[in-house]
């Protein structure tokens, strides 16, 4: 062996950046008493019908392999929930995966479109993910900034201005990590009518389906034309509480499916068989709990843009999912040096804007997945800091 292990890695592998939320992660995990709100997932444990349904199915040994792209059973009940609560329509026969996460999802779904140099237009700020992902699969990954004077919204004129000959697909995440933007169904038409004319394919990461606030979620699948060159991502992570599952799945026509199930049979073969039994009654009894739980986010939503507002960080009404992107440029600190300083002087956990991309810089993500008494903490403490700011600008 030569002293210098990175002669044995590839080019790909050093070029991948580690994620930025982790680094901090790391870091507030090393101190005492940080109240975090960097977390991107949910304070509720896993409903118990879902945890008992999955016990029960240890007990009685279901601790084979399913089917590669999962129970029937499971894919049956998940076209059934696209349906009724979308109204997307897709056979469970050949037109649906479950996956392990929906991390893996989209990472299938780059891979089996992607060839070399191709581009993939990433809405940003974004999940952290998706450009690494587009890397990983020989693509690159275009940015296309939005800001909250539009509500953090890509707009088609701004898709239109990024398409060129290389362009092949628009990644959407709507609601949307890190901003919490959600589009319309009338947003989602205009945004439709570009990928009609430039024929581009939408990988849509619905994940945060569930967690819509003002108006009703609208699948982009649903938007009429677009089924046919939509690859729909979904899971069980963030509307269902169930992060440690680790079960996502997607929904699209046929040919894009034959090509995923392709890829997933080699690096993965299936998911886990007891957990997909758990999903099973997820998707068919936990409707009151989900509701429950949507709508104390939705509390602590209208909570955390208040008190931001208040405590002078300006911040939008997210529509969805359970995060908000305050602005911390009064402050006259970068993203990360707001973070680590309010993490030193009053131990908060934010995440800096700038690891979603660079227009998240003068942001920090806050997500308010944590208890009230928790946030209200979490506040008391960011105002104190904001404060003592507020006297060092003034000199
Ligand atoms: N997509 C978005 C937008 C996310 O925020 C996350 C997790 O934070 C994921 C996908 C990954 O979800 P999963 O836990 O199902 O892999």
Same mark, same amino acid.
């Given at each position: 062996?030569?002293?210098?292990? /990175?002669?044995?890695?590839?080019?790909?592998?050093?070029?991948? =950046?580690?994620?930025?939320?982790?680094?901090?992660?790391?870091?507030?995990?090393?101190? *005492?008493? @940080?109240?975090?709100?960097?977390?991107?997932?949910?304070?509720?444990?896993?409903?118990?019908?879902?945890?008992?349904?999955?016990? %029960?199915?240890?007990?009685?040994?279901?601790? /084979?392999?399913?089917?590669?792209?999962?129970?029937?059973?499971?894919?049956?009940?998940?076209?059934?929930?696209?349906?009724?609560?979308? /109204? @997307?329509?897709?056979?469970?026969?050949?037109?649906?995966? @479950?996956?392990?996460?929906?991390? =893996?999802?989209?990472?299938?779904?780059?891979?089996?479109?992607?060839?070399?140099?191709? $581009?993939? %237009?990433?809405?940003?700020?974004?999940?952290?993910?998706?450009?690494?992902?587009?890397?990983?699969?020989?693509?690159? #990954?275009?940015? +296309?900034?939005?800001?909250?004077?539009?509500?953090?919204?890509? !707009? #088609?004129?701004?898709? *239109?201005?990024?398409? !060129?000959?290389? !362009?092949?697909?628009?990644?959407?995440?709507?609601?949307?990590?890190? !901003?919490?933007?959600?589009?319309?169904?009338?947003?989602?038409?205009?945004?439709?009518?570009?990928?009609?004319?430039?024929?581009?394919?939408?990988?849509?990461? *619905?994940?945060?389906?569930?967690?819509?606030?003002?108006?009703?979620?609208?699948?982009?699948a649903a938007i009429d034309g677009m089924y046919e060159r939509t690859i729909?991502?979904?899971?069980?992570?963030?509307?269902?509480?169930?992060?440690?599952?680790? %079960?996502?799945?997607?929904?699209? #026509?046929?040919?894009f499916v034959e090509a995923m199930l392709k890829i997933f049979q080699y690096?993965?073969?299936?998911? #886990?068989?007891?957990?997909?039994?758990?999903?099973?009654?997820?998707?068919?009894?936990?409707?009151?709990?989900?509701?429950?739980?949507?709508?104390?986010?939705?509390?602590?939503?209208?909570?955390?843009?208040?008190? &931001?507002?208040?405590?002078?960080?300006?911040?939008?009404?997210?529509?969805?999912?359970?995060?908000?992107?305050?602005?911390?440029?009064?402050?006259?600190?970068?993203?990360?040096?707001?973070?680590? *300083?309010?993490?030193?002087?009053?131990?908060?956990? +934010?995440?800096?804007?700038?690891?979603?991309?660079?227009?998240?810089?003068?942001?920090?993500?806050?997500?308010?997945?944590?208890?009230?008494?928790?946030l209200q903490e979490a506040l008391k403490r960011m105002q104190r800091f904001? $404060?003592?700011?507020?006297?060092? &600008? =003034?000199?």
């Open positions: 062996m030569k002293n210098e292990y /990175s002669s044995y890695l590839s080019q790909t592998a050093k070029e991948i =950046q580690p994620s930025g939320i982790r680094k901090f992660f790391d870091l507030a995990a090393s101190m *005492e008493g @940080v109240i975090s709100l960097g977390v991107g997932e949910p304070d509720f444990i896993t409903p118990w019908n879902i945890r008992e349904a999955t016990i %029960l199915s240890l007990e009685q040994g279901y601790t /084979s392999y399913t089917a590669n792209p999962g129970l029937l059973e499971l894919r049956q009940e998940i076209c059934k929930y696209l349906y009724n609560r979308f /109204s @997307v329509q897709y056979n469970p026969g050949n037109q649906v995966i @479950v996956t392990v996460g929906a991390s =893996q999802a989209i990472d299938l779904a780059f891979r089996a479109i992607i060839n070399p140099g191709e $581009e993939v %237009l990433i809405v940003e700020p974004a999940f952290v993910a998706y450009a690494p992902l587009v890397a990983l699969a020989g693509g690159k #990954p275009v940015p +296309v900034s939005t800001s909250p004077e539009n509500g953090f919204k890509v !707009t #088609p004129e701004q898709i *239109e201005a990024a398409i !060129t000959e290389k !362009t092949k697909a628009l990644l959407i995440c709507s609601p949307n990590n890190p !901003t919490g933007s959600m589009l319309t169904k009338d947003e989602l038409i205009e945004l439709a009518k570009v990928m009609e004319k430039h024929d581009l394919i939408v990988v849509s990461d *619905e994940i945060y389906a569930e967690l819509g606030y003002d108006e009703t979620f609208t699948s982009f729909l991502i979904n899971g069980f992570s963030k509307g269902f509480a169930m992060t440690g599952w680790r %079960l996502g799945y997607i929904a699209a #026509p046929v040919e690096t993965t073969m299936c998911a #886990p068989h007891m957990l997909q039994i758990g999903a099973v009654e997820a998707l068919r009894n936990t409707y009151h709990e989900v509701e429950e739980m949507r709508k104390s986010y939705q509390r602590r939503r209208n909570y955390m843009v208040q008190t &931001l507002n208040e405590i002078g960080l300006d911040c939008h009404t997210p529509g969805g999912a359970f995060y908000v992107f305050p602005s911390i440029r009064s402050t006259g600190l970068s993203s990360e040096q707001f973070a680590e *300083e309010l993490l030193m002087a009053e131990k908060v956990a +934010v995440v800096p804007g700038n690891v979603f991309g660079e227009s998240g810089e003068g942001y920090v993500r806050c997500s308010y997945a944590t208890s009230m008494q928790q904001v $404060e003592s700011r507020k006297m060092v &600008l =003034q000199g």
